[in-house]
């Protein structure tokens, strides 16, 4: 139900919808409060579940994405595009450098 009905699950627009969309259903995702991400690949009993300490949902959704690049379960072209939606700042975010923080 949720991956042929993904607006019934966090609306028009949100990560989880729009995830699913782009996997074509082979994605199920659900948010949740406080930093949680549960992502699971239909039919084959594997997911994952991510928690960010402080709930910020900009991180949450970066390694989400990133995981599911390196785990095979996503295209890049679909990747880009929601890293495009989901991973930009917002125009009246002050955003101040303090150091950098890389994946290997």
Do not use: N
């Not at 989400?64 to 917002?90: D, K, T, V």
């Amino acid at each position: 139900a949720m991956t042929h009905h993904p607006e019934m699950v966090a609306g028009e627009g949100c990560f989880d919808t729009e995830l699913m969309r782009a996997t074509q259903g082979e994605l199920v995702s659900k948010s949740g409060a406080e930093g949680i991400q549960c992502i699971g690949r239909v039919g084959e009993g594997m997911g994952l579940a991510i928690k960010v300490q402080d709930g910020a949902a900009r991180a949450k959704y970066a390694l989400a994405l990133h995981l599911l690049q390196r785990m095979g379960w996503i295209q890049p072209a679909a990747a880009e595009m929601l890293g495009e939606r989901f991973l930009s700042i917002g125009p009246y975010t002050r955003l101040e450098v303090e150091g950098e923080l890389r994946m290997p």
